[in-house]
C-alpha cells in the first residue's frame, strides 16, 4: 500500500525556468494538500484540492503559481518563471476527506526544488 | 503575533531523559491538535491527534492541550536516541477538510 509518491524528489532550475511537482495521494485519498517549508520555517499551507476542484488557494502566492487535481492522474504543482525565493522543500499530503479526524493528513516525502 | 508559536529550540537531552515539547496559540477557533515528527530529509508523519481539550497517551508519548490558556504540550517518556527529529505542532479549527497551521517546529537530540 504505497503512501503518497512525490516527484521529483529533487528538482534544479535556473531563474525564468519552469518548475512542474507532482503528487499522487494515498491509494483511496481525494484530497491533496500542498505545503511549503523554507529553511528554518515550520510548514505554511499553499492550497487544497480535491478531484477537479480548488477549494482553498488562500496559501498560493498570487503570481506564477498554479496547482490542479484532474480526475485522472496527479495533483501538479507548477510554478512559472522560478526566482530564488522559491527554493523550498515542498510537501504534499492527503486525506480521506469526509468526517472527524479527516484532516488527519499523510504526507509524502517532499520536492526539493533549488533555483540557481 | 504568529497563529502557532513553538519553541525555537533546538534541544538536547540525554537518553531516558523525559522531554516536554509546547506551543501556544491564538485563535482560539483551534479545536484539534496534533504532534508530527520529521526525520531529516523526510516528510512528517502523525504522532499523536487530539481534540478539544485533555490528555492522551500512547505508549511513551502523551499530548495535552489547555485551550483555556491556548497551550499545548508533547510529552516524551524514556527518550532514544531514535527519538531525534524536529517535532512540529499543527492544528485546525475543523476536523475535516481544513487546512493545519503549524508550528516552526523543534528539532530534539537525544544523546546515547
Known amino acids: 500500500n504505497a503512501g503518497v509518491m512525490q516527484n521529483p524528489r529533487h528538482l534544479v532550475r535556473r531563474r525564468g525556468q519552469e518548475a512542474r511537482l507532482r503528487c499522487s495521494p494515498m491509494k483511496g485519498h481525494s484530497h491533496v494538500y500542498w505545503y511549503r517549508q523554507l529553511p528554518e520555517e515550520g510548514l505554511k499551507f499553499m492550497v487544497y484540492l480535491q478531484k477537479e476542484n480548488i477549494i482553498d488557494e488562500s496559501g498560493m502566492p498570487k503570481e506564477r503559481f498554479s496547482a490542479e487535481f484532474p480526475k485522472e492522474g496527479p495533483s501538479i504543482l507548477r510554478i512559472q518563471q522560478v526566482v530564488r525565493g522559491d527554493s523550498a522543500a515542498y510537501f504534499c499530503?492527503?486525506?480521506?476527506?469526509?468526517?472527524?479526524?479527516?484532516?488527519?493528513?499523510?504526507f509524502g516525502a517532499g520536492s526539493r526544488l533549488t533555483v540557481l | 503575533q504568529k497563529e502557532v508559536e513553538q519553541d525555537p529550540g533546538p534541544l538536547s537531552v540525554p537518553e531516558g531523559a523525559i522531554v516536554s515539547l509546547n506551543c501556544t496559540y491564538s485563535?482560539?477557533?483551534?479545536?484539534?491538535f496534533m504532534w508530527y515528527r520529521q526525520y531529516s530529509r523526510k516528510g512528517p508523519e502523525l504522532l499523536m491527534y487530539?481534540?478539544?481539550?485533555g490528555n492522551k497517551e500512547d505508549g511513551r508519548f502523551t499530548a495535552q492541550v489547555d485551550k483555556s490558556s491556548k497551550y499545548i504540550s508533547l510529552f516524551i517518556r524514556d527518550s532514544q536516541p531514535s527519538d531525534s527529529a524536529t517535532y512540529l505542532c499543527a492544528m485546525s479549527i475543523t476536523g475535516a477538510n481544513s487546512k493545519l497551521t503549524f508550528g516552526k517546529g523543534i528539532t530534539l537530540s537525544v544523546r546515547p
Open positions: 485563535n482560539s477557533a483551534f479545536q484539534y
Open positions: 487530539t481534540y478539544s481539550s
Open positions: 499530503a492527503s486525506s480521506p476527506g469526509g468526517g472527524r479526524g479527516a484532516n488527519v493528513l499523510t
